[in-house]
């Protein structure tokens, strides 16, 4: 089963690449039962949904999707590391989710969220919802960064105890709803 995560903030200077890169190697460390993939949807640069047919249709046009489409579709669960953003969810995020649609489903979703005082629990549960009506199923467990700038060393993000057991536990509950929702799709 392989397991994407996929980096949603594009913002210039954004603090996620360093939450990205301690996920990254905390996954590979301990995987779970997953091959680990990595998106950063900077580099993938999806301009706003500019496809003419719905994405239930899966009839797209232009490469950035089918691109897209590939890297979702050959994964079986996603950690999105999302911050907050007026306590919602990046636009970023929410456009690269509205690109697909079937790609998505039967399919869990667990977050590494961040921010100030609210870790970006806030945009996890605006996230949470949009997924949901994509038949995913986003798991409860997940691993939440308080005033993240205060575990920034030399440019690079220093967990505590308590996010690699949030992560620990996140993970191997996504590899559990993985096993299960095969069957479905």
Known sequence: M????????TRPGRVGKTVADWFHDYAKAN???FEIGFADLEEVNL???????HPAMKKYEHEHTKRWSEIIDNSDAFIFVLPEYNYS???????AVDYLYKEWNY???????????S????????AKHLLSTL?????KQQVMIPMVSDHLVDGAFKPTEIHEKSAQTMLETMA???TALQNMR
Do not use: H, Q
């Not at 870790?119 to 605006?126: F, K, L, N, Q, V």
């Not at 038949?135 to 798991?139: A, G, Q």
């Open 176 to 178: 559990r709803w993985a």
């Open 2 to 9: 392989k397991l994407t995560i996929i980096l949603t903030s």
């Open 31 to 33: 995987p779970a039962g």
């Open 135 to 139: 038949e995913m199923v986003p798991v």
């Open 107 to 117: 399919k869990p979703a667990g977050f590494v969220s961040y921010g100030g005082v």
């Open 89 to 95: 969810a990046p636009p970023s995020f929410v456009n």
């Open 47 to 53: 301009p706003l949904l500019d496809e003419p047919n």
């Open 119 to 126: 870790g970006g629990i806030r945009s996890t549960e605006t």
